[in-house]
Every structure is written in C-alpha cells, then in structure tokens.
C-alpha cells in the first residue's frame, strides 16, 4: 500500500527502545504486547477477523494498531513520554456476527482495558456494539461502513472512514460515467457490510444511467472461512451473468469469494468489467485469482492508499520491521484510529478513564492529523468526511486511479 498527502508520523523509533511482548498468552486467551513506560498500565485491544479466508485484512490492522502502540511506549513519538503504559491484546472474531459475541467478552474480561480499535467488519461490529455499548467502551473501526452503525443510538461507536451512502454511489458514478457501463449484474455475498452496499450501489444506479439487469444475493457457501473456497460454487451464478450480457459486474462482499467469482467469470468466457469494493481490495485478491484475470479489475475504498513522502516512507519502514510486511488495505486507518485514542488518553493523563475516551472523541475540538486523513467525528461517531478512492488491478498491483468524486467531474 502507498500513501499521499503529507501526514504527522512520530519519529522513527530508537532501535531496541521498545519491544512488543511477541505472543504472550493474556487470561482472556488473545495476544497481547506492551511497552517500556513507567505509571499505571491500559490496554488498547483490536477485534476483526485474524483467522478464515479474509483474515488478511485483520493482519494489516493488527500491525498499525501495534506500531501506534510502540511508538507511543517509546517516548519518542509526537506524543513525547507518556505518563503510563499502553499494552496491546487481539480477539479474533473472524469477520462473523456469529464469532464477535465470544470476541467481545474476552475483550470485555482485561481489567485495564481503555479503549477498542474495531470491530473490523460490518456485521461483527452489528453483533459487538450492544455488549460494549452498555459496558461503555469506546470502539473506533478502521474499515465497518454499513450505514446503520451510526444509526443505533451507540455513543460508544466511532469510525474513521466514510458509510456505505458515500462509497456506493461512487462505485455507481464511476463504473456508469468513466467506464462507460451501460448494464450491470449486482451480486452480494448476504454478509451484513455486502447487504448494505448493494444496497446503496442500486440507489444511484438508475440516476447515474445504469440499467440493473439483476440483482442477486449469493451466499458464499464456504464463506471462505476455512483459509480457502469451493471453487464450482460460483460456476452457476457465472453461466448466467454471461447470459445477461450485463456490461459490467459489481461484487460486493470480501477478497476470497470475490476471486472464486472472478474465476467462475473467466471460466465461464465472461468479457465485461469487473468491480467489487474495500472487501476485496487486497493483494490477496489478485493472487487467490491470478493475475491474469485480475487484472482490470475496479476496486473502491473510502481509504486512500497512495501516500507519498518521507513521512510514509519512515511509516512503512517501521512497519515492516515490525511485521514482517509492508502496510495494506486499513493498516493506516488502524494506525490512525489508535493514535486518535492516544491523543485523548494524553490530554487525559493518567488518571483516564474509559468514559473520558468516549467523552473526548466526541469533544467538538476533537481532531487528529493522522496518517490516512485528519481524523474527525460527528455526533454519532461518522468521520466527518467522504471521500471515496477507485483503484485498478494493473499487471498485478492495485494502483490507485484518484478520488471517485474528481475523477467522474462531480
């Protein structure tokens, strides 16, 4: 991932300043890590999917989540020496609605606990709000975008990128107005994130002069939970998208199974445009479905990917130190999501507490020039922005293409 708009990033780390505990058991059974500070110690955890076939983009939170965390520890960031210590534990919930209840009460059981990065996905954030709601803990996602997230009464809830009423009508915008699509095939894979985008694809489909030839929702069978999916289970669906003679096709659900459809698709002698969303924007996509037939590819993100400078570059450096990888899709807005409880637990001190977190994120002053954008909120938690990117596979890599709003002259 590239990044680019110049960016507050803290000063490079002093080597051997500050470890993160490696794998470390914690009593609620996740990971945990912390750093060197002095005073009263707080746990920020992180819960989103680190296991099944869309755990990748858990991983790429994780590491910006930890990097925040060292940096802040170190006494070297832009936060300078803190007076308490922050450590770290992962719950994986997998991306399911149906996993995130155990995740959030394992999260719920650290007695130092101050403050949550996630939950990750839509319906996983959908079944965890209530529990940390009335547990008053402040979550901050870095990526769930249904629309009704910030319709539910949760003042607990924030989120650093834009709804789905923003990145769906783009993707209609762009595919109709700059691919020059005249038809389309809309697909959904049932999840709760994929639901509510289809949702709002459709709603501006017929304004920017698309024709909806179908709209199906299609549960992956495997959901690709188990690493990998069925790849015949798509082979219907493909033989009659083909039938349509729809111009285009939009996903929208995750990497895994947007890939095993891309097969299908190809297989089946499909010659129309392709496009899914944030879910599938990931390296992982164009892998799990080669290169050749990703390539051409439309894959939007209300996250914007290339940032350039100095600034990123010391980012990403540290970043793969720290990992192993370089930064993907959400590992800045993790980061950035992080800092932002940081900066509120900083103005704190250190006798802050989980309500202050709420409190101070929702201060109307409240701003964090962050990595990914400069972090601000509404009253019911939306980052107050709405910005969506359109990106394209080409020869293998996801290269950005710009702001869909400037691109289709809007």
Request: net charge neutral.
């Amino acid at each position: 991932m590239k990044i680019s708009n110049y960016v507050r990033v803290a000063a490079p780390i002093a080597v051997g300043a500050v470890m993160l505990a490696g794998c470390g058991g914690s009593s609620s059974g996740g990971k945990s890590a912390s750093g060197s500070s002095s005073g009263k110690t707080f746990t920020i955890a992180y819960q989103g999917p680190l296991s099944g076939g869309n755990a990748q983009l858990g991983i790429n939170m994780v590491g910006g989540v930890k990097l925040a965390i060292q940096q802040a520890n170190s006494g070297t960031s832009s936060f300078g020496k803190l007076p308490f210590k922050l450590a770290f534990q992962e719950e994986d919930d997998q991306g399911l609605p149906t996993a995130a209840p155990a995740a959030v009460a394992k999260v719920l059981q650290i007695n130092n606990l101050i403050a949550v990065v996630g939950p990750a996905f839509s319906g996983a954030t959908r079944a965890s709000e209530p529990t940390y709601s009335q547990a008053g803990v402040a979550t901050v996602s870095p990526s769930a975008t249904a629309v009704d997230l910030a319709q539910k009464g949760w003042h607990n809830f924030f989120r650093i990128v834009a709804d789905d009423n923003s990145q769906g009508p783009a993707d209609a915008d762009y595919l109709a107005k700059v691919v020059k699509a005249k038809t389309v095939y809309v697909v959904d894979d049932a999840q709760a994130y994929s639901a509510g985008l289809a949702k709002s694809f459709l709603g501006q489909a017929g304004t920017a002069g698309l024709k909806v030839v179908k709209h199906e929702t299609v549960p992956g069978t495997t959901q690709c939970q188990a690493g990998s999916g069925n790849v015949q289970q798509y082979g219907p669906e493909a033989q009659k998208i083909v039938g349509s003679h729809a111009d285009a096709v939009f996903y929208a659900g995750y990497y895994c199974d947007f890939a095993l459809m891309a097969k299908s698709l190809h297989a089946a002698g499909y010659n129309g445009k392709l496009m899914s969303d944030d879910g599938s924007n990931d390296p992982k996509f164009v892998s799990q479905a080669t290169p050749a037939i990703a390539n051409g590819t439309y894959v939007s993100c209300a996250c914007q990917e290339t940032i350039t400078g100095s600034a990123f570059s010391t980012f990403a450096s540290q970043f793969k130190a720290l990992t192993g990888q370089a930064p993907g899709t959400y590992s800045a807005e993790a980061y950035d999501a992080t800092n932002s409880i940081i900066s509120v637990m900083k103005a704190k001190g250190a006798g802050v507490t989980k309500a202050d977190i709420i409190s101070g994120l929702h201060d109307s002053g409240f701003s964090w020039n962050g990595l990914s954008k400069t972090v601000t909120f509404e009253s019911n938690g939306n980052y107050a922005g709405k910005a969506v990117y359109m990106y394209q596979v080409k020869n293998g890599t996801i290269t950005e293409l710009g702001e869909v709003s400037k691109l289709v002259g809007g």
